[in-house]
């Protein structure tokens, strides 16, 4: 077993807020600057597909002095209708966040676009992002099983939406949001299940939380916004992986300075500390409307097994699954999920692929529709077992991490997939490693 130590001040910037700092700024009149927006190939997709579809966008890299690159990024718009048609299919590359909430500010431009991905984002479902668009009054095309290349003719006079959320997803909670700014009148999405809230803070959208903890959120048709800068402070889904990373490494103590603590990004927070993990979070504090603080990992010598079943539980630590199961996998020998199906609509089938390579290294599991179960491993790790990450960075991550930890040396099918929204996750790793 590793000994790891040392402070993080280079976690990636947020994927979700980048994402959100990028298209928010494309439909706001004025310029708006965002300060530390993340170089993971996700996030810059979506600044090449905002500038294919006619929006100015300058990005700045800057030497922060202690090895670190920051990027700053300024664009420049007229307004929500400042969009021009593609001359060409917008690639998205693997991001689905990309495809998905571009969809909703395309439904509204007056013009023909098309939307396609890599192979891993052709294969995801883009039905629920197409119920919406059109109940407004877009034409929206996909190929009969559902998915990509998703062909958009936009109109200007979509109709306002009351919209019931049909799965707990903030990416569709985005779309109809910025498809109904442009909308002629009020707008309301109904919200049964928390998904991430940035697109609402950083819009300063009215919500109503019903006595039956149900959420409603208003959204007023072609109010004009104006620009304002948005600072993107660490991701909690890559700090995931170094707070597994600490908890399992021996000795080890890891502080991961200025994360994002939004309370509908941080449940794995709370569930590791009910399982008995040594995380403590310091300098809480409210940055532009988000929460952020540090987080200080020590190594945890008996971790008690992780559960999941709660349907908003499932939501809140839907990206860091993979990590909790493989963490808990290491820790306790066993992990139980359910209530999950959405898993399997990732980047890859994270049920699938995680209990794949859970077996491959000697675990006991058993998936089904909608979970799966991992009751203890027999033998130990053998060395060199080849690790299959199914396009899928976090899948990469979460077992980089057990190797590291458990001192197996795994091969990674694809060590560059972390690239998608962790392009320094080894180099910080290294840093770490006594
Ligand atoms: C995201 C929402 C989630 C998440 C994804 C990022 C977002 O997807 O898995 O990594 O930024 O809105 P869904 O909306 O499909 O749940």
């Known amino acids: ?20 700092a990028a298209l928010i700024g494309a439909l706001a009149e004025g310029s708006t600057e965002i300060t530390n927006f993340s170089g993971g190939y996700d996030n810059q997709s979506t600044l090449s597909v905002l500038k294919d579809a006619g929006i100015a ?28 048609a593609p001359t060409q299919p917008l690639m998205c590359n ?19 676009s098309e939307l396609v991905g890599d192979a891993s984002l052709m294969k995801r479902p883009m039905k629920r992002i197409a119920d919406p668009l059109r109940q407004m009054g877009a034409e929206i095309s996909l190929t009969p099983a559902g998915t990509a290349p998703v062909v958009i003719v936009g109109t200007r006079d979509l109709k306002p939406i009351e919209y019931h959320l049909p799965v707990p997803s903030a990416q569709v909670k985005s779309l109809v949001a910025f498809a109904a700014m442009h909308a002629d009148g009020r707008s309301k999405i109904i919200e049964p299940i928390r998904s991430r809230d940035h697109t ?20 007023d048709g072609r109010k004009p916004l104006g620009a304002k ?29 200025q994360v994002c603590l939004n309370p509908t990004r941080v449940a794995y927070i709370d569930l590791l500390q009910e399982a008995g993990a040594g995380l403590v ?36 630590v839907i990206d860091e699954v993979p990590m909790l199961a493989v963490l808990s996998a290491f820790a306790s020998g066993e992990f139980e999920l359910h209530n999950a199906a959405e898993l399997r609509t990732k980047e890859s089938d ?10 491959r290294l000697g ?72």
Request: include cysteine.
């Open 229 to 257: 800068p948005f600072h993107v402070p660490a991701d909690p889904s890559a700090a995931c992986f170094m707070i597994a990373l600490g908890l399992l490494g021996q000795r080890s103590e890891v502080v991961l300075r």
């Open 281 to 316: 979070i310091e300098n809480a504090r409210s940055v532009g409307g988000e929460l952020i603080g540090d987080i200080v990992v020590r190594s945890c010598s008996s971790l008690k097994p992780l559960r999941i079943s709660d349907h908003a539980v499932v939501a809140g």
């Open 94 to 112: 693997n991001s689905g966040s990309t495809m998905r909430m571009l969809a909703g500010i395309l439904a509204a431009q007056p013009f023909r």
């Open 57 to 84: 966008i300058r990005q700045q890299e800057i030497p922060a002095g202690d090895g670190r690159i920051v990027r700053n990024v300024v664009i420049e718009s007229g307004g929500l209708w400042s969009f021009k």
């Open 363 to 434: 675990f006991e599991c058993e998936q089904y529709p909608d979970g799966f179960v991992v009751k203890g491993r027999t033998g130990s790790i053998q060395q060199d077992v080849v690790i299959e990450c199914f396009d899928d960075h976090r899948i990469a991550m979460s077992f980089a991490i057990a190797a590291e930890a458990a001192g197996a040396s795994l091969v990674l099918s694809d060590r560059d997939v972390v690239g998608v929204s962790f392009p320094n996750f080894f180099s910080i790793i290294d840093s770490l490693r006594q």
């Open 350 to 359: 994270r049920i699938d692929a995680i209990v794949v390579n859970l077996q």
């Open 1 to 20: 077993m590793s000994v790891f130590q040392g402070e993080v001040s280079s976690l990636p910037p947020d994927k979700s807020i980048s994402h959100r």
């Open 200 to 219: 609402e803070l950083m819009l300063g959208l009215e919500t109503i939380d019903r006595p039956d903890g149900v959420r409603e959120i208003i959204i």
